[in-house]
């Protein structure tokens, strides 16, 4: 007697049994992908030459920069008095955001646009592109904008001769431009039927457009595209697209750049915009001096009449008097009055001054003040003051014309106007208080003067009198000339403290599209996109592939792996005694000695979870390899549902198991020669209504043990176990069972039904079997080498077949 089987624990400890292990094996990954090693390399060419098109035909942009510097002020003594005395503080130079603040306005820019006219774009179609003019362009459109426009759209126009043209409408994209909200534009809802032969020169008007077409150098023949666009529209562009940024953090240089497919075009408008920025820092510098001149042309309006009044009534009084020329004693008294007279006069145009100045800072005004030395006044500290509030109020000109009011530079701004405004006011009052006291003195001083020209005759009294109002205009006239004069000669040399640094060029190579990036992802998506597919293929991939991954799943050892047969013979065994099929076989055959030791008497049981895994095929060369031993094999069929066995050795089912189960026809009657020295069959017989209940019968286990006394090795062909419910009874009367699977068509959930048969079924010595392994997964199983028996030429009587190297494992298709 021979051991009872292991139970199940006992198989879990087979040397056969496979170790869980969650290592990831980059081999089989790559083997898995490199099956399909032309679907990636014509998706990777692909890609290529996707990129390849897309940097030949995709419009170069090319970026443009520039810099200017930005001039620290330098402070002022009002500043410093400020700060150290806390009244407020004054900022003693620009601030770096606030000019980068100033330069991206889209005041600035609609300027900037204005000034350059960009309002019409040209374009020049090419084979698959369509590029835009700037400078030498054929054509010349002048547009209306005094009346409603249409904006965005494309028109083309086709030279007909030297006077005339035709003009289409190719894009309809329209919107309607306004001139009287330049920011609403409405989408146009109708179609421009526009196709007409007009003349250069004439202008060109319908419903939403009025423009006039100039010829310049287009010849018959050419075709040119232009397209409309507002101020607004371009202004907003141009801003968005401009970049400005410091070089560093400490410096106080700013870089411009500018990226655009024209390289002219984006170096004139950062050159333009550099000027329009400078000149309106200038204008600013100027208004101050306007701002002068402006008030002392008030004063000189008013002293040029008592002028031109005194000096006509001194000149008729010496003629009327005959008195040219004051006496000794005269002369004396006319010069101090006339040293006094030209003080006071001053000190009348300082007091006039303070009370203009006061007035403007109690009326809270915002317009530019006239500086306090422009008048004479020599008060470092008033200078300061003034300076420095017509600085604050400028610079707060500059940012509301760019930035909202809640804007916190603009309000940090305003309080420090607030503050500079209450240090003025209060320099102002005593300055008012302080020169009132002056001229009150000057009076003083002048009537006791005037006491000694009483002493005078009455005509050099008259005429001293004469002559002093005459001097006094004379010289507060002088003076004013010669202030107005200073002003003017201050507003022609003012320039701008910030200044450009380096003008607009634009740097040789496009930075778009980047060509070698381009290709790198062409290239990776090219590869990533297959591999992706590929991913996905196998995750959703329900069917058994992997040998490593199907010896995971089972609870029971893979003992064996059977290769695909490429012949149509279903012996391969018999009939191609050398092929790698028949050497897998004899592999398993050979781990019987290990499963069942010292065992003279062998019965095999064959099943699967459903029909077409190739359980049949492999028990029939299963019993094929023990009759080649010599062993005295039958192959039982029992299968009474769906009979394959005598198909496959050309015989007639006739009669069968089902036919000595259901009669009292003999088990020996029944078997049939299978051709094969060693191995006999027993059919599965005609089809019964009852396959079940034939093979539950106590006639079918003493059939067995006859069979089994009969016979070295009996090999069962069972049905389906995951279809079928007799083949569990059928498990008791073998040794040893195999359950069969097969690549590629398996599913991944029938190793449950295996996993049931062992843990939950109480079956022993079971063992997996994968069966037509075609699909390499870098294992190398059942691929190109082995040994077969045969009669070749080797005087061993071997044929060796050569094992393929790994990469031509790698590379082969599957299939």
């Known amino acids: 007697m021979y051991p009872n089987s292991p139970q199940i624990n006992q198989v879990q400890q087979s040397p056969f049994m496979v170790h869980q292990e969650d290592e990831i094996d980059l081999k089989v990954i790559l083997f898995n992908y490199l099956q399909y090693w032309p679907v990636i390399l014509i998706f990777m060419f692909a890609g290529v030459l996707s990129a390849f098109l897309f940097n030949r035909y995709a419009t170069s942009i090319y970026k443009v920069e520039s810099s200017i510097l930005v001039a620290d002020d330098k402070p002022s003594l009002g500043t410093d008095l400020f700060e150290s005395s806390g009244l407020g503080m004054l900022q003693g130079k620009n601030n770096i955001e606030n000019e980068i603040g100033i330069l991206k306005s889209y005041s600035l820019a609609e300027e900037t646009v204005d000034a350059l006219g960009l309002n019409v774009q040209y374009f020049k179609e090419g084979f698959l592109t369509t590029s835009q003019i700037y400078g030498n362009v054929p054509v010349l459109v002048t547009v209306d904008w005094t009346q409603p426009q249409l904006i965005g759209g494309m028109f083309k126009l086709e030279v007909v001769n030297e006077s005339s043209y035709l003009l289409t409408v190719v894009e309809e994209e329209f919107s309607v431009y306004s001139p009287t909200d330049k920011f609403f534009k409405s989408q146009y809802q109708g179609a421009i039927e526009l196709k007409e032969v007009f003349t250069f020169g004439e202008t060109v008007s319908g419903e939403g457009f009025s423009f006039k077409i100039d010829q310049i150098n287009a010849l018959p023949g050419d075709e040119i595209l232009f397209k409309i666009l507002d ?36 170096q004139d408008y950062i050159n333009k915009l550099m000027e329009m920025y400078l000149r309106r820092e200038l204008d600013e510098k100027n208004k101050a001096s306007e701002s002068t001149v402006l008030f002392i042309d008030q004063q000189l309006s008013g002293i040029t009449d008592s002028l031109k009044y005194s000096e006509n009534r001194l000149q008729q009084y010496r003629t009327e008097n005959r008195v040219f020329n004051l006496s000794e004693e005269g002369s004396v008294i006319f010069e101090r009055l006339q040293e006094l007279e030209k003080e006071k006069g001053q000190t009348e145009v300082s007091l006039k001054y303070y009370q203009t100045l006061k007035a403007y800072l109690a009326n809270n005004q915002s317009s530019d003040l006239v500086a306090p030395s422009v008048i004479g006044v020599t008060d470092p500290l008033l200078n300061s003051l003034v300076q420095s509030l017509s600085e604050l109020q400028a610079e707060q000109t500059r940012l509301k014309a760019n930035f909202s009011d809640q804007t916190p530079a603009v309000r940090e701004n305003a309080t420090r106007i607030q503050n500079a405004r209450r240090a003025l006011q209060e320099n102002v009052n005593l300055a008012l208080q302080n020169t009132q006291n002056v001229l009150a003195d000057l009076n003083n001083r002048i009537r006791m003067i005037e006491r000694d020209v009483n002493s005078l005759p009455q005509t050099e009294r008259n005429l001293l009198s004469i002559q002093r ?29 910030n200044s450009i640094l380096d003008f607009a060029k634009s740097g040789q190579a496009p930075v778009a599209p980047k060509r070698s990036l381009n290709l790198l992802i062409g290239l990776i998506l090219g590869l990533i996109l297959p591999i992706g597919f590929i991913t996905v293929k196998d995750f959703l991939n329900t069917s058994i592939e992997d040998p490593k991954e199907l010896e995971k799943q089972i609870k029971v050892p893979l003992i064996g792996m059977i290769g695909r047969n490429n012949s149509d013979d279903a012996l ?25 030791p010292q065992k003279q008497n062998l ?11 190739g359980k049949t095929f492999v028990s029939m060369n299963m019993a094929s390899v023990f009759a080649l031993m010599g062993k005295k094999t039958i192959l039982i069929g029992l299968d009474l549902r769906k009979p394959r066995i005598a198909q496959d050795f050309n015989l007639v089912n006739d009669k069968g198991m089902s036919t000595c189960l259901s009669s009292n026809i003999s088990w020996k009657d029944v078997v049939k020669s299978s051709g094969y020295e060693n191995l006999d069959v027993i059919l599965s017989g005609p089809i019964p209504p009852n396959p079940a209940e034939l093979l539950l019968q106590e006639k079918f286990r003493l059939i067995v043990n006859e069979i089994k006394d009969s016979y070295d090795v009996v090999v069962f062909d069972c049905p389906p176990v995951g279809l079928v419910s007799e083949t569990k009874e059928l498990f008791s009367f073998s040794d040893v069972n195999f359950f069969v699977f097969r690549q590629g068509f398996s599913m991944k959930g029938n190793s449950q039904i295996l996993n049931n048969l062992v843990e939950k079924g109480g079956v022993s010595k079971m063992y997996g079997v994968l069966n037509d392994l075609h699909i390499d997964k870098g294992y190398g199983y059942g691929y190109g080498y082995g040994y077969g028996y045969g009669y070749g030429n080797n005087s061993y009587g071997y044929h060796e077949e050569v094992q393929l190297p790994w990469w031509k494992r790698a590379l082969r298709r599957k299939s």
């Open 231 to 266: 101020t607004p529209t371009l202004a907003l562009k141009f801003r968005g697209d401009l970049t400005v940024a410091p070089i560093n953090k400490q410096a106080s240089i700013l870089n411009l750049s500018l990226e655009t497919p024209v390289r002219r075009l984006g």
């Open 469 to 497: 109002q005459f001097t006094i205009n004379e010289n507060i006239y002088v003076y004013l000339l010669q202030k107005k004069a200073e002003a003017e000669i201050t507003k022609a040399s003012n320039m701008p403290k």
């Open 572 to 596: 391969p065994v018999f009939n191609n005694p050398r092929s790698t099929v028949t050497e897998s076989f004899r592999s398993l055959r050979a781990d019987l000695a290990y499963l069942s």
């Open 603 to 613: 019965t095999l049981l064959f099943t699967s979870s459903i029909s077409g895994e």
